[in-house]
């Protein structure tokens, strides 16, 4: 069992992922800054699995604090959740992003080097392969330009850690591109908690069903799709937590930068996870068709097949568990976080 590093494990992502290495029976040190989640996930997190979590309030921008976090805790590999990941902030406030995103990488990866850990688990996204290429989308394909300042905080990681890689073989990382991550832990105890207009369409539809919002938009509803509206690949949040798992498990027997992509490899519409949402839940959720989103793609949706042969993972969750499992979230935290 190993001590695992895991910036920006109180968010959404990294707050399911911690319960999958507590469980598996790794210890966990949480590092994160808060500006976008409370430490209340981590507490629920502690409850549910019935373990401890070292957590440290701190900024990956800060040399010194993560020196310090490397020197008073012996660390094995790290898990790089912290980031900001707003795509239309980004084109409003670019050089947060890049600042948060970029610069806060580099100032990790350093603070690693310096402290001897080579194992890293990176949270990239589908947005490194840019718009051009046709899904599914295969690790294979050259990388393209991202159409926001978000995708290239991403792909400006990726290749940094492609050639640290190439230049210093003690690197063992693992590049996760996430597609559309959803749902929740299936107790409703963690889950997505945005602040603010939700920017994505899940916590939008749960936030209408739950009467926060008066009903949704459906970007666009003339792209070449089997219904006119986009597709995209969701993935259940706790098989994303797993694939970290698998990842971590991967990279410390092994060397080298490789990329795999996590998604199911289905692809649903906006309207096909409106309806769905609807039956499965027998709530409703009223919707208007608006404009096209500037920077969306009609179809976006994973080849996942190296990860399956790879990493010996496999998403186990349908789009109802997607769809039933965050509407139950939603439901016990209607305020999110902030009810407690
Ligand atoms: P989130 O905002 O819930 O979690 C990110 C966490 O990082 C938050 O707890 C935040 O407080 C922390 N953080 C941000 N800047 C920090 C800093 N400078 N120092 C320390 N902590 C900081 O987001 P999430 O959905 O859990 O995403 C996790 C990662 O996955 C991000 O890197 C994101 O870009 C990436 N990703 C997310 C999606 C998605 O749709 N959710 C898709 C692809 C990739
Ligand atoms: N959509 C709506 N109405 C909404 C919100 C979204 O119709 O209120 C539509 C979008 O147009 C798109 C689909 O729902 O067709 C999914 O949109 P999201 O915003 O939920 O997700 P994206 O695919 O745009 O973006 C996600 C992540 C990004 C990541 C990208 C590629 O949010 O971080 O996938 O991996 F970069």
């Not at 795509?87 to 806060?104: C, M, T």
């Not at 073989?169 to 591109?177: G, H, K, P």
Request: aromatic share 8%.
């Amino acid at each position: 069992m190993a001590n695992i590093l895991v910036t920006g494990g109180a968010g959404f992502i990294g707050s399911h992922t911690c319960v999958e290495l507590l469980d598996a029976g790794h210890d966990v040190i949480v590092f994160d800054n808060l500006c976008n989640s409370s430490v209340e996930s981590l507490q629920r997190v502690e409850q549910l699995t019935q373990k401890n979590i070292i957590f440290i309030e701190g900024d990956i921008r800060k040399q010194q604090q993560l020196d310090e976090v490397f020197q008073q805790h012996q660390i094995d590999a790290v898990i790089h959740f912290a980031g900001l990941k707003a795509v239309g902030e980004s084109q409003k406030i670019p050089l947060a992003y890049f600042d948060n995103n970029v610069a806060g990488s580099t100032t990790l990866f350093k603070a690693m080097e310096k402290a001897q850990v080579f194992t890293l688990v990176f949270s990239s996204s589908a947005t490194v392969y840019g718009d051009t290429h046709p899904s599914p989308l295969k690790e294979t394909m050259p990388t393209g330009m991202p159409n926001n300042n978000y995708g290239y905080t991403k792909l400006i990681v990726e290749q940094m850690l492609e050639k640290l890689a190439e230049a210093d073989a003690r690197w063992s990382i693992a590049l996760l591109r996430y597609f559309n991550p959803v749902g929740a832990h299936e107790s409703g105890e963690i889950g997505e908690d945005p602040q603010g207009i939700p920017n994505n369409l899940m916590p939008y539809v749960t936030q209408v069903a739950i009467g926060k919002r008066e009903k949704l938009s459906i970007f666009g509803h003339d792209y070449d799709t089997v219904d006119g509206t986009g597709v995209r690949d969701y993935i259940h949040v706790v098989d994303l937590a797993d694939a970290h798992l698998c990842a971590l498990n991967n990279r410390l027997k092994d060397t080298g930068c490789r990329a795999w992509n996590i998604g199911t490899g289905n692809g649903f519409s906006v309207l096909q996870i409106r309806n769905t949402f609807q039956d499965i839940n027998q709530v409703d959720v009223p919707f208007e068709y608006s404009a096209r989103r500037e920077g969306d793609v009609a179809t976006c949706f994973a080849d996942n097949q190296r990860a399956l042969d790879e990493l010996g993972w496999q998403p186990k969750r349908g789009l109802k568990e997607m769809l039933k499992d965050s509407w139950n979230w939603q439901k016990k935290n209607p305020q999110g976080y902030r009810s407690t």
